[in-house]
């Protein structure tokens, strides 16, 4: 399976401001994905991100909000902008290589735990 | 809209004593079931895709078996490695491969 770097691993950010999170894979990939978990919920899809276009976004995510970018097939930024209190949560990147290798399921970095003050 | 709910919350077990957890689910149109392990501080980690009823797959002491609106991760004398979170997942056909996750059994096994 894929081997995912996801920086920083944690970063404790002021309100207002910007962090934008890395995922680096290393092999290309089809598919790459952005997660939020929040303590005592469910992994939430943000968005797909998506090659050379725009990412796909979930309901309730914005555009605005959580600007993605996939440069190449091995890498992509999520931006958390304009930081609130309610930001604070894990985000996590995680890639399907391809549609067949859906038995090995998707792999999952380790995440960036964000908190925001 | 899919739904995927886990039970229990929490589960505390003894080195060696079997358990199931549940994970209930309600699609429309199954594309993948998935198990992932959880531990404090990591991303999830893969353990079984399973597609259609009746399917059944095992891993050590871990075997996972889906029906038509649930699926079990049954965990045969288990030990205190064992012990994480265990997050179901689904997947819908025509998703775009979005997974739609339980909230995950928090797993301890006492020594």
């Known amino acids: 399976s894929a081997v995912i770097s996801q920086k920083p691993s944690r970063d404790i950010c002021q309100r207002g401001t910007s962090l934008t999170i890395q995922c680096q894979v290393d092999s290309q990939v089809t598919m790459m994905f952005w997660y939020r978990q929040q303590p005592g919920q469910s992994l939430t899809l943000i968005a797909t991100a998506n090659q050379g276009s725009e990412a796909t976004y979930e309901s309730g995510f914005v555009i605005d909000k959580f600007p993605i970018s996939r440069p190449n097939l091995t890498f992509s930024t999520l931006t958390v902008s304009n930081m609130s209190p309610e930001d604070s949560s894990i985000y996590l990147c995680?890639?399907?290589?391809?549609?067949?290798?859906?038995?090995?399921?998707?792999?999952f970095g380790s995440g960036t735990r964000l908190t925001v003050v | 809209e899919d739904q995927v709910t886990q039970s229990p919350e929490a589960l505390r077990l003894q080195e060696g004593e079997s358990s199931s957890l549940n994970c209930s689910y309600t699609v429309s149109g199954l594309r993948g079931l998935f198990w992932y392990r959880q531990d404090p501080g990591k991303g999830p980690e893969f353990l079984f895709t399973l597609y259609s009823a009746g399917e059944e797959k095992e891993k050590e002491r871990l075997k996972a078996t889906l029906t038509k609106k649930e699926s079990f991760l049954h965990i045969t004398a288990p030990k205190p490695e064992d012990s994480a979170t265990y997050l179901c997942a689904v997947q819908a056909k025509g998703s775009n491969y979005k997974l739609t996750f339980g909230k995950g059994t928090l797993l301890t096994v006492n020594p």
């Open positions: 995680s890639v399907l290589r391809t549609e067949e290798q859906l038995n090995y399921g998707y792999t």
